[in-house]
């Protein structure tokens, strides 16, 4: 049991540096009243070092051979809550929490999604390691995915450093990303209102931005409010500046009635 190695198909990659955990763990910023989240604990290599930390870990594993070493290594420290479960079928509990975990790769856009979409309201952010091809496409200057203009319109994230496959056991062929994720303090009312605006403009993402707002606003009510705000018409719409998104909604907040909101 002690020399199980990670199963590379479900994308299991243990952290084995410890300097990039304790910086993990650092940035996160946890508090001693924290509730948080490691997703994929593996053997306990982040878990064991939150303990203290916090008010409460969730040490959620889908497998039942690691969940045995997380009893073994875990089950006397009164913080720790061992979870067997599949992180994406796991009701996380209605409250704050943060994440401090090395995503399994295999999960790791789905996992973005369940945490800054589908728990907006209640996680306040941490920090994740996930693969380099899924933290790139989360800074890049044209973007067409609404999930990800989403992301960073409640979310400061921040891309703090590339990781070397050797930090992991087995080494992945592939570049790691660990980033930092802090939640803004910025109503959530209208989120889904405002995803469903984001799918529905980012239809056309070659499409000129003057082109694709007149699918909601008057000529005059576009023209005025680029013009105050200095947003470019002529530009491709998928490479405007995620601010750009937050005002442009409100703007459809403002003057569209509601009846003419994508849903």
Known sequence: MKNKLPVRFTGQHFTINHKLIAEAINL?????????LDIGAGKGYIASKLVNLCKLVLAIENDIRLIHILNKSLSSF????????????????RKPFKVVSNIP????SMTLKKLMYQNLDNFYGGTLIIPSTCAN??????ISNPDIIFYHT???IELIQDIHPSSFFPPPTITSSLIKIEKKPKS????????????????????NTRTVL???????QAGSFTMKYDISLDIPISFLHISQWDIIFNEM????PERFHPT
């Open 154 to 156: 409640f979310y400061d």
């Open 253 to 256: 907040l403002n003057l569209v």
């Open 78 to 93: 009164t913080s720790v809550k061992i979870v067997h479960s599949d992180f994406m079928k796991y009701r996380i509990p």
């Open 28 to 36: 996160a910023n946890i508090g001693k009243l924290d509730t948080v």
């Open 137 to 142: 496409k989360l800074f890049r200057s044209r």
């Open 188 to 207: 959530t009312i209208h989120h889904q209102k405002y995803l469903s605006f984001l799918r529905f403009m980012l239809k056309y993402p070659d499409k």
């Open 214 to 220: 007149k699918k909601i606003f008057r000529k005059n």
């Open 105 to 108: 790769f295999n999960i790791s």
